[in-house]
C-alpha cells in the first residue's frame, strides 16, 4: 500500500496568514491526489483533486500543486471559516489511502 | 442537491455482523463509482471499500477483505456494507461515498455518517 505522510500534523496560524501543507507519497502516485477539509463533528469536504483542479465552490485562495511524491496544499490568506483539519488522499492505486491529517488551528 | 443518508449503525458484540445502508439521491446514483469511508473516534480517514457503478468490480481494504461485502441496488439508489465477524477496531463512523464522475476515487459527496460501536 502506498503510505501518505502529512506535515505537519499540526498548525497554528493567524487569520490572513498563507499557510502550506505537504503530504508525501511512499510512490509516484502521478497526480492522482485529492485533499478534503474536515471541521468537527461534520464531514469531510472535497477541496482540491488530481493535485491542482479546484473543486467546483470551494474558493480560489485554496490551491494544490505537486507530482510523483511531493504534493502541497496553500491557504494564501487564511479566513475563520478555514481553521480545521486537512487531509490528503491518494487514489492511483489500491488500496486508496490518506494521510494522518494536519489540524489547522488558530494562533 | 445531493444527498447522501447512512443508516444501520449500532452497538453489536464482536464477532457479530451488522449491515449499513445508504440512500443517495440528487445524482445519477447508477453512474458513479460509490465508497465506505470510515473514521474512528479522534483518528483520521480510513478508505474500506468501494464498487463500479454496474457492481462488476469491488475493492477493500485488507483490514476488511473477507469480512466485508460491499453491494448496491441502483434499482433503488442504495448502497449497502455487509460486515461481518467484527472486530473492536472496526469501532468507527462510517461514511458513504460518491466518487466523482469520471474520476471515481474521488471522494465528491460525503452521507453525515452512522456509528458503529462493537464492544462486550
Known amino acids: 500500500a502506498i503510505r501518505i505522510t502529512q506535515s505537519p500534523s499540526s498548525l497554528s496560524a493567524s487569520t490572513g496568514d498563507r499557510v502550506t501543507i505537504t503530504c508525501r507519497a511512499s510512490?509516484?502516485?502521478?497526480?492522482?491526489l485529492a485533499w478534503y477539509q474536515q471541521k468537527p463533528g461534520k464531514a469531510p469536504k472535497l477541496l482540491i483533486y488530481?493535485?491542482?483542479t479546484l473543486q467546483s465552490g470551494v474558493p480560489s485562495r485554496f490551491s494544490g500543486s505537486g507530482s510523483g511524491t511531493d504534493f502541497t496544499l496553500t491557504i494564501s490568506c487564511l479566513q475563520s471559516e478555514d481553521f480545521a483539519t486537512y487531509y490528503c488522499?491518494?487514489?492511483?492505486?489500491?488500496?486508496?489511502?490518506f494521510g494522518q491529517g494536519t489540524r489547522l488551528e488558530i494562533k | 442537491e445531493v444527498q447522501l443518508v447512512e443508516s444501520g449503525g449500532d452497538l453489536v458484540q464482536p464477532g457479530g455482523s451488522l449491515k449499513l445502508s445508504c440512500a443517495a439521491s440528487?445524482?445519477?446514483?447508477?453512474?458513479?463509482?460509490m465508497s465506505w469511508v470510515r473514521q474512528a473516534a479522534g483518528k483520521g480517514l480510513e478508505w474500506v471499500a468501494n464498487?463500479?457503478?454496474?457492481?462488476?468490480?469491488?475493492h477493500y481494504v485488507d483490514s476488511v477483505m473477507g469480512r466485508f461485502t460491499i453491494s448496491r441496488d441502483n434499482a433503488k439508489n442504495s448502497l449497502y456494507l455487509q460486515m461481518n465477524s467484527l472486530r473492536a477496531d472496526d469501532t468507527a463512523v462510517y461514511y458513504c461515498?460518491?466518487?466523482?464522475?469520471?474520476?471515481?476515487?474521488?471522494?465528491?459527496?460525503w452521507g453525515q455518517g452512522t456509528l458503529v460501536t462493537v464492544s462486550s
Open positions: 461515498v460518491s466518487g466523482k464522475y469520471g474520476s471515481g476515487n474521488v471522494c465528491d459527496y
Open positions: 440528487g445524482f445519477t446514483f447508477s453512474s458513479h463509482w
Open positions: 464498487i463500479k457503478p454496474d457492481g462488476s468490480d469491488k
Open positions: 510512490q509516484d502516485t502521478r497526480s492522482y
Open positions: 488530481a493535485a491542482s
Open positions: 488522499q491518494q487514489y492511483y492505486s489500491y488500496p486508496i489511502t
